[in-house]
Nanobody, 115 residues
């Protein structure tokens, strides 16, 4: 059974930083992309960033220049370094792992940015 567990969320003041981690366990093979999404109260889940199997990175406009996604393939782990956080970044952040056959989601970690 595949399980993704996020950590690193919390409460931070505007301008601060957080580093999210997501560790995948179980039989995860042939990973294509790993990524992060977020969902703010009352809004739909939105894409934040993706890193491909080859290490190419892609960011939503709201994350570009402030967030950095990285991965450790040996540990089935994906990270999201978030700098210059804004109150609009407040959301539950979810990690996502896409393999050749399936897509997996974590349970989410809350990020709250105070003004």
């Amino acid at each position: 059974q595949v399980q993704l567990v996020e950590s690193g969320g919390g409460l931070v003041q505007a301008g601060g930083s957080l580093r999210l981690s997501c560790v995948g366990s179980g039989s995860i093979r042939n990973i294509n992309a790993m990524g992060w999404y977020r969902q703010a109260p009352g809004l739909q889940r939105e894409w934040v960033a993706t890193i491909s199997s080859g290490g190419s990175t892609y960011y939503a406009g709201s994350a570009k220049g402030r967030f950095t996604i990285s991965r450790d393939n040996a540990k089935n782990t994906v990270y999201l370094q978030m700098n210059s956080l804004k109150p609009d970044d407040t959301a539950v952040y979810y990690c996502n792992i896409a393999t050749v056959l399936s897509t997996y989601w974590g349970q989410g970690t809350q990020v709250t940015v105070s003004s």
